[in-house]
């Protein structure tokens, strides 16, 4: 199934897997391939997984809702929408261009807090694996 | 637009072709790896990468398209440049960094990643090939009503041939290119653009007096419908019928730029998920300042040129930005925005085509066909011969659709993408049980609803404005699916899911996850 993507070949045969060595060893499982498994139970990959929920859940469903409730505004209360703000530019242009905003302001607030939370965290776990990549 | 004109714009049109064919080439010394090909060999910055994001993206519907659709219908027509904004966020924080992490050259390799392989790459392919070719068919289009214009040419046969010379001129920047000259097209165009737009927009401000709301009130004057342009209404507020249309249309744009297979294979280009995310903030940023200035375009044009004058001119809507141009820059102006918005249609197209090959010679050929082992020379091969295919198909179908709203003709390529594409990437990267069924239910769901959808709604017949305007077999009433088949392909991939099929494969979901998170595993760093 893996030939499809074959950037690390799976060895024919399988290793021994041993179960003596250290803790962090587990995450490496005995054919020299990452455990998985392991990794994805592991402290520090649910830490990451918390991070990552933590921002793109709300951020996700709050710009869902307010693009959803611009186009609801559009349809079903266009009077509403052309009320006029600055001289004949009304409160639905007025709206629109406020969505380029957000979509600006979120997607800095995104790429900050990558590089601040998300990076680090994941070179954290990318190092519990790091010895396999080496020998991959 | 008389003779000399044509001369102009040919000449202008013309040294860009053979410019960008000797970067194409140059660019493009080795492309015998399969890698080289279709992910230019994953060599391109997170910078280089967002530029040809934006370039792959902003199509000749969205300069054409919009302008016009805003300088005939107004505020109805800025929904478009909305969608097409906002739905960068999806990309940015759901798809693009655990695209780069599992998969390797198209989309197939991220959804087949934990399934069973022959039957969802070929799904993935079939998805591929039909969102290609509709959004193919729309760009070959506007070629069509931008050479109307251009070359004062108004005989349809003249147009199918302008189509046709557009078609053969894009199958050989892939052919010659692969992903890194194709790339270099779509990097170069997107600076033209974004300069053009940009310059055309300080000026119309400045003309102005740098007050839009003087703008807007010279736009209402013009326009028969008055006021009402500036409010929503004007093409969708007639009827409840026609709101739901706006609806759908509007859920369409949102979820279906994420899910777009030539926008995915872009992720691919680049060496890691940093770089990827990097992408879609330098995109997001190009399409923010771009679509703010086919707004003030848009208005713009119907300030100055007219409602009535666009709607009447040869190319219909499509050609607001060329009259425009015209009134305030004389004919080089006018040569030099057609030529941006031709070199704009070809580096999309080229993108597309790059993708549909791709997709038919990865998933289908490679992995379906010879069981993941084949040459990757041959593979290469076939994703040649494939372009040329693809290419003939797309001709014509351009000659058939020719005329018809190119942002119109295109965002039905969106609800495609938002049909079959996204619930079947968002559920396998986000939803543990989504197993092999599933995957299948919702691809070919989405899919199949939304061609079937399509073809019996009034853009394919019984209107005065649909492609077969004499036949009457539409008894869909929308004319964009999105609303139904978007939600059904989400409901195909639960319901396939639970109903049974095979459980998923815990193992390969960790590593899915793993991967797609930190990248453990898939080699980049």
Known sequence: MTKALPSVSRPATPGFATFEEPR????????????????????????????????????????????????????????????????????????????????????????????????????????????????? | MTGANTAINLTVFG??????????????????????????????????????????????????GISGAIAVNGYDGFLYSIGWVVAWLIGLMLIAERLRNTGRFTMGDVMAFRMRQR???????????????????????????????????????????????????????????GMKGTTWVQIIKAVLLLLTVSLLTIFLIGKFGFDMSAMLDRATQKSPLGEAVLSPGVKYGATDLSKIDFLSLALAL???????????????????????????????????????????????????????????????????APLLAFQIGGTVLLGIVCAVAFATILAVVAGLTLTASASFAHDVYANVIKHGEADPRDEVRVAR??????????????????????????????????????????YSLFWKRFNTRGTLW???????????????????????????????????????PGIVSIPLSFLAGFLGTVLGGEPADREKQAEMEVRGLTGIGSGLR
Not at chain 1, 82 to 101: A, C, D, H, K, Y
Not at chain 1, 114 to 126: A, I, T
Not at chain 2, 128 to 146: C, E, K, P, R
Not at chain 2, 292 to 316: E, N, Q, Y
Request: with cysteine; proline share 3%.
């Open chain 1, 24 to 136: 962090h060893s587990l995450l490496i499982a005995g054919d020299g391939e990452p455990d998985f498994g392991a990794i994805q139970t592991s402290e520090d990959f649910r830490a990451l997984k918390r991070r990552v929920t933590r921002f793109i859940l709300p951020a996700t469903l709050l710009f869902l809702a307010w693009y959803v409730a611009f186009v609801l505004l559009s349809a079903y209360a266009a009077g509403f929408m052309s009320t006029p703000l600055f001289g004949t530019v009304n409160v639905g242009l007025t709206m629109g261009f406020l969505q380029f905003v957000t979509t600006i302001i979120i997607t800095m607030a995104y790429a900050r807090y990558s590089k601040r939370k998300l990076d680090p965290q994941v070179e954290k776990v990318r190092a519990l694996a790091e010895t396999d990549e080496e020998l991959a």
């Open chain 2, 119 to 177: 039957p969802v790459r070929a799904a993935a392919a079939n998805a591929t090939l039909v969102i290609s070719l509709f959004y193919m068919i729309a760009q070959m289009a506007g070629a069509g009503g931008l050479m109307a214009l251009l070359l004062d040419v108004h005989s349809k046969v003249g147009q199918a041939i302008i189509i046709a010379v557009v078609g053969i001129v894009m199958v050989l920047y892939v052919l010659v290119g």
């Open chain 2, 15 to 64: 040294v860009f072709v053979l410019l960008t064919l000797y970067i194409v080439y140059r660019a493009s010394t080795r492309n015998v790896s399969a890698s080289d090909y279709y992910a230019a060999g994953s060599s391109f910055t997170g910078t280089q990468n967002g530029i040809a994001l934006s370039g792959d993206f902003l199509s000749a519907a969205s300069f054409l």
């Open chain 2, 385 to 426: 011969i494939t372009a040329v295919c693809v290419g003939v198909l797309a001709i014509v179908g351009g000659i058939a659709a020719n005329g018809q709203n190119v942002a119109f003709l295109v965002a039905l390529a969106f609800a495609l993408a938002a049909s079959a594409n996204l619930p079947t990437l968002l």
């Open chain 2, 442 to 480: 919702s691809i070919y769901g989405g899919l199949t609803s939304c061609v079937l959808l399509i073809v019996f709604s009034p853009a394919i017949s019984g209107s005065k404005s649909s492609v077969f305007p004499d036949a009457d077999f539409a008894f869909f009433p929308l004319s964009n």
């Open chain 2, 254 to 320: 949102v979820l279906g730029t994420a899910a777009l297979p030539h926008v995915l294979m872009r992720f691919y280009t680049v060496p890691n998920a940093k770089e990827a995310r990097k992408s879609v903030v330098w995109a997001t940023w190009m399409m923010a300042i771009f679509y703010s200035c086919t707004l003030v375009i848009g208005f713009g044009a119907m300030a100055l040129v007219g409602t009535d004058k666009i709607t009447g001119a040869p190319g219909g809507e499509n050609s607001a």
